[in-house]
């Protein structure tokens, strides 16, 4: 895949941070309202499904620490609290 690199503004790109961070605070409500983070525990497949990420990306921020895997009776599963902090980084792709 190629990829196009095109200058925006730095005010611009300022501003799309900002709705990023404003829409992963949206998104965290939403699944604090319908009681989907309130289990300590989730697996890869929750995790893909809150974070819109493919099941390789979120291994891969398992890899890079970003998120917190524990194994329960061989399976895996992601913290609560890792998926929590992850959507309040502002930063996070």
Do not use: W
């Amino acid at each position: 895949m190629e990829h196009t690199l095109i200058a925006i503004p730095k005010e611009a790109y300022q501003e799309i941070q900002l709705m990023k961070s404003d829409i992963a605070e949206i998104k965290h409500l939403i699944l604090r309202e319908n009681n989907v983070l309130q289990k300590e525990y989730l697996s890869i497949k929750e995790t893909c499904s809150i974070l819109n990420f493919g099941r390789t990306k979120i291994h891969k921020l398992i890899n890079e620490t970003r998120l917190d895997r524990v194994k329960r009776d061989r399976r895996a599963y992601i913290t609560r609290e890792s998926i929590e902090r992850f959507l309040k980084t502002p930063t996070n792709k």
